[in-house]
T-cell receptor, first 108, second 112 residues
């Protein structure tokens, strides 16, 4: 089945810093989503981005499907950005697979 | 309404109990999903319903029994669970498969 990797596994930032999270996948996908899981377990949709670039406030994402990777950019990080960031991919309806996540801690 | 709701929020059950988890959405989505998430791990797909028909069962033990009574409602019936089944159970829906998924807040299950 499709493999999804995320890097880095852990990230500690000072408030106000910028960061880039990466998601690599091993096969063609027709759906890619980025989620933020808050400390209470809620998965919050950040981007639905099978290809191209999108921006939402301080967050932006780029997926290069032909090279099988996606990037999530967080600018001017805030303590509320802390949590786990997951990318998940759909392998043409066969499955919806999550990467292992990046655990982000933003310090005041 | 862009919300997926799940009840209960927390559930504690013994290994001989029978209980059910409930998930509801009113977005007109025709695909609904159950995921299981253990601590410090990503969610893992358990079941997928598409147009009220089970389309994917990821080899889940029979002590978990899904039910989709209509396009808005998804249940997960639990019977004779083991302590290792303790986890966060997440429900999601999407307009169709494959498409953007929206998740509920989850049910945190503890099996004693």
């Amino acid at each position: 089945g499709i493999q999804v990797e995320q890097s880095p596994p852990d990230l500690i930032l000072q408030e106000g810093a910028n960061s880039t999270l990466r998601c690599n996948f091993s096969d063609s996908v027709n759906n890619l989503q980025w989620f933020h899981q808050n400390p209470w377990g809620q998965l919050i949709n950040l981007f639905y981005i099978p290809s191209g670039t999108k921006q939402n406030g301080r967050l932006s994402a780029t997926t290069v499907a032909t090279e099988r990777y996606s990037l999530l950019y967080i600018s001017s990080s805030q303590t509320t950005d802390s949590g786990v960031y997951f990318c998940a991919v759909d392998n043409y309806g066969q499955n919806f697979v999550f990467g292992p996540g990046t655990r982000l801690s933003v310090l005041p | 309404d862009t919300e997926v709701t799940q009840t209960p929020k927390h559930l504690v059950m013994g290994m001989t109990n029978k209980k059910s988890l409930k998930c509801e959405q009113h977005m007109g989505h025709r695909a609904m999903y159950w995921y299981k998430q253990k601590a410090k791990k990503p969610p893992e797909l358990m079941f997928v319903y598409s147009y009220e028909k089970l389309s994917i069962n990821e080899s889940v033990p029979s002590r978990f029994s899904p039910e989709c009574p209509n396009s808005s409602l998804l249940n997960l019936h639990l019977h004779a669970l083991q302590p290792e089944d303790s986890a966060l159970y997440l429900c999601a829906s999407s307009r169709s498969r494959p498409n953007e998924q929206f998740f509920g807040p989850g049910t945190r299950l503890t099996v004693l």
